[in-house]
């Protein structure tokens, strides 16, 4: 079951760590408390995409160190592959291994997104380390590989083990541009076949979902698979908390939708969508 690497993967991920500058943590001495209940796949994946976050200062230092680090994460990988296939996983572990330097440079778009789209970051570490939002998507975008390579299965059991982390549910077939945020998190839902694009930001208990389900003709209480039921999402849309997106419509470019707003029908791009009248409040003191 062993799994040994034979791509150049860390030739790449090693000159781009070399390559890393200000504001992304440079520091191979920085040394953080360890985390023990991090999945194995998982740990490994964040140490080889962000070693300096993570005590990982010998894949800095050492390229041989990342080619036994691959080697070990490729034979968790080829693991979790096997039970869900008759063929040899040999072929899809190596298209994982080989897609993490790119994985890395669009995570990295994405603690950029994440400092600029939110006040309250003061560092690119401590996006990093800290916020579910880019735990979410740093396994999403390895799953997404992984659903890409016809391995959707264990895809899904690594977007489900971030979920149970994160309360941010992604799944493996969703398209997700660049420079991607959800700035807290918890309840937000994107579904198999939503489109994200570039710069959107989306805020707690969003809901890009399916309006309604088809029915599998000649198959009695099963439900259709593999057609597209979910949001597309354009550029530079901002997503209120609450706000639920459902079926397969479109929102265009430069669009920001205010919080708690249901949409079920296409918004064009350059629109600002928001609920005009909010239930009126009542109180009432107690009797003394």
Known sequence: MNYRYAGDAHERLFAAYQDDSEPFPTNVTACFPEREHRR????????LLFPTCWNAPDLVRDELAIVDQLDELGTLVKAGICPYTDGRPDEKVSAVLDSLPEIREALKLDVEAAYKGDPAAKTYMEIIRSYPGFLAISVQRVAHVLYDIGAPEYAREL???AKTQTGIDIH??????EHFFIDHGTGVVIGE?????EWVRLYQDVTLGALHFEEEEGEEHALKKGYERHPTIGDHVVIGAGTKLLGAITVGDHVSI????WVTEDIPARTKVFIKEH???????YSE
Do not use: D, F, H
Not at 279 to 285: A, C, G, I, L, S
């Open 40 to 47: 194995e796949e998982v740990a490994l994946l964040q140490e």
């Open 159 to 161: 977007t489900e083990y």
């Open 172 to 177: 493996p077939g969703a398209e997700i541009g």
């Open 193 to 197: 076949t939503a489109a994200v694009g």
């Open 258 to 261: 205010g919080a708690n707003s």
């Open 279 to 285: 239930p009126t409040q009542e109180r009432k003191r």
